[in-house]
């Protein structure tokens, strides 16, 4: 059983027991988050697939943990002009264990 999660302008395969990580969340460690937008669920036996959402799925898990991605280097560059800039990225994310996904 699984469902298709859109959070954070990106979509997630979300099972029960597997842990994710999103875009950072406005949730500490140890809170329930919860995602309505479930896009498409199924059981085993039947698929659902929203337009563009399923009203009766849910998907609830756990915060695990808030961090900040590996960095990445940003390096502008124009030939001839003596411009150069060199700036570094690291992407904020929260990690989510899947507690339920269910479907009324």
Not at 21 to 31: F, N, Q, S
């Amino acid at each position: 059983m699984y469902a298709i999660i859109e959070t954070g302008g990106k979509q997630y395969r979300a099972e029960e027991g597997k842990v994710i990580r999103v875009e950072k969340l406005p949730a500490e460690k140890g809170e329930t988050v919860s995602f309505d937008k479930v896009l498409m669920f199924n059981d085993g036996k039947e698929l659902e697939v929203g337009k563009p959402h399923l009203d009766n799925c849910r998907v609830e898990g756990k915060v695990v943990a808030t961090g900040r991605g590996k960095k990445i280097t940003v390096f502008k560059f124009k030939r001839k002009k003596n411009y150069r800039r060199k700036q570094g990225h690291r992407q904020p994310y929260t990690e989510v264990m899947i507690e339920t996904v269910s479907s009324e």
